[in-house]
């Protein structure tokens, strides 16, 4: 049974980078099938997707996130990571990881999630 | 940038009864979406995608139907464990711009 699971700091200065990695187990991240990525959620508001990532790393990001996101994967260890820059309060919210499956070429949608973690921005 | 609008925000429904839940997109989305259940505490968990196929495990209780601009999430007769938050989603752009409605939030009348 595939699962996936977020890890990092749960509390981020003002201005730096929030860093987290999903580790997936119960399957390969190297499966030509699916794309892996992340979406967030603010605190009481609703599901922000950030951006998402192939195998081969080949990335797409929300557009308004793009400046400061980076999504790399290691093959190496079936994970999978977030890094977003210059952080403010506005960043703070929980965190997901998703596996996304397809219903055709171009149509992804997210099948798998992780638990979800928790990121604070605060000094 | 594609908007999703769900309606109602809040809807009131008894145990037993169909809730019909609506969202709407700001342009045509063909039937690339999906509906997902959210309970307080808990990740997303997807329960219809291709605007109509339920996913694993999901009972038949849940049906979504609709294309184009318009889509329905029917639930016919609802059980204790239905009562969430529910949100859909746009699959329709490449490269992908995912964008989620607001939510709706079913509780119990």
């Known amino acids: 049974q595939l699962q996936l699971q977020e890890s990092g700091p749960g509390l981020v200065k003002p201005s730096e980078t929030l860093s987290l990695t999903c580790t997936v187990s119960?399957?390969?991240?190297?499966?030509?099938?699916?794309?892996w990525g992340w979406i967030r959620q603010p605190p009481g508001k609703g599901l922000e997707w950030i951006g998402s990532?192939?195998?081969?790393?080949?990335?797409y990001y929300n557009p308004s996130l793009k400046s400061r996101v980076t999504i790399s994967v290691d093959t190496s260890k079936n994970q999978f990571s977030l890094k977003l820059s210059s952080v403010t309060a506005a960043d703070t919210a929980v965190y997901y990881c998703?596996?996304?499956?397809?219903?055709?070429?171009?149509?992804?949608?997210?099948?798998?999630w992780g638990k979800g973690t928790t990121v604070t921005v605060s000094s | 940038e594609i908007v999703m609008t769900q309606s109602p925000a809040t809807l009131s429904v008894s145990p037993g009864e169909r809730a019909t839940l609506s969202c709407r997109a700001s342009?045509?989305?063909?039937?690339?979406l999906a509906w997902y259940q959210q309970k307080p505490g808990q990740a997303p968990r997807l329960l219809i995608y291709?605007?109509?196929t339920r996913a694993t495990g999901i009972p038949a209780r849940f049906s979504g139907s609709g294309s184009g601009t318009e889509f329905t999430l029917t639930i016919s007769s609802l059980q204790s464990e239905d009562f969430a938050v529910y949100y859909c989603?746009?699959?329709?752009?490449?490269?992908?711009?995912?964008?989620f409605g607001q939510g709706t939030k079913l509780e119990i009348k």
């Open positions: 998703a596996r996304y499956d397809s219903s055709g070429p171009y149509y992804y949608y997210m099948d798998v």
């Open positions: 119960g399957g390969s991240i190297s499966s030509s099938s699916y794309y």
């Open positions: 990532i192939y195998y081969s790393g080949s990335t």
């Open positions: 342009q045509s989305v063909s039937s690339n």
């Open positions: 291709g605007a109509s």
């Open positions: 989603q746009q699959y329709n752009n490449w490269p992908p711009v995912y964008t």
